[in-house]
């Protein structure tokens, strides 16, 4: 059973930046892709960014130029690094993987506060 363990977030004002980051455990089938999803009170949970297997990153349009994802496939880690955050970015963030098989995998998700 894939395990995915995160660490990092908490609390930044605005225009600071954090650092998120996230292992799997328990891997036997590549993982074709790795990622972040966050989920804000009252909305639905949204793609952040995701790496792809083939190398290619996609992010979601409020994030472009100021978050980027790294992924350390042989490790199968992903970070998340955060710059120039905003409130509108405070939300629970999670790490997302998924197999070949299209079998998701959850992380528990992690915290993240932008206030002044």
């Known amino acids: 059973q894939v395990q995915l363990v995160e660490s990092g977030g908490g609390l930044s004002q605005p225009g600071g930046s954090l650092r998120l980051s996230c292992a799997a455990s328990?891997?036997?089938?590549?993982?074709?892709?790795m990622g972040w999803y966050r989920q804000a009170p009252g909305h639905q949970r949204e793609l952040v960014a995701q790496?792809?297997?083939?190398?290619?990153?996609t992010y979601t349009d409020s994030v472009k130029g100021r978050f980027t994802v790294s992924r350390d496939i042989a490790r199968n880690t992903v970070a998340l690094e955060m710059n120039s955050l905003k409130p509108e970015d405070t939300a629970v963030y999670y790490c997302?993987?998924?197999?070949?098989?299209?079998?998701?995998?959850w992380g528990q998700g992690t915290q993240v506060t932008v206030s002044s």
């Open positions: 997302n993987a998924a197999d070949k098989d299209s079998v998701d995998y």
């Open positions: 328990g891997v036997r089938n590549t993982i074709y892709k």
């Open positions: 790496f792809l297997l083939s190398g290619r990153t």
